[in-house]
């Protein structure tokens, strides 16, 4: 299979989005050689319908329009990553939750660490909102977009700043 794609310009920096034949299967920082590479072989395809609606989708949320996606999503992962994906899409906009909050939601509440390692996998950022996941103590932790992008996401669902 391969894979369509655009980048695009975000408040964020750069974005790769990938699209499967199912759905969204990826929304890559600029820096993620790592990830970049699982997902090939790849074209350019900016009007895939996945890709074009999830570059309108993305407009819409960056100036505050959007809070919800409406999106196939196609992301790959193990049983219990999909688990931890599907709950983070739980997570209204606007409220953050913590990783022991999203293990008890999957049934695992003793796996805080293993939703962690699960949150930083989540090939599908802001659309699958792993920003919205915070410590227990209320502090900002690790986001694959850099802290400085979890605080702009979260101050934008808190109606602080429309970034576009």
Known sequence: MTFATATIPSPTGDLTLIASNAGLAAILWDDDAAMQARYAPRR?????????????????YFVG???TFDLPLDPVGTAFQR?????????????T???ADIARVIGRPTATRAVGAANGRNPIPIVTPCHRVI??????????????????????ERGEAALL
């Open 97 to 99: 939750r913590s990783y």
């Open 65 to 67: 329009t959007r809070t």
């Open 135 to 156: 410590g227990s103590n209320g502090t900002l932790t690790g986001f694959g977009g850099g802290l400085p992008n979890k605080q702009l996401l979260l101050a934008l």
């Open 44 to 60: 350019a395809d900016p009007d895939h319908p996945v890709i074009a609606a999830t570059i309108r989708q993305l407009e819409e």
């Open 83 to 95: 688990d931890v994906w599907r709950a983070l899409l739980t997570i209204p906009y606007g409220e």
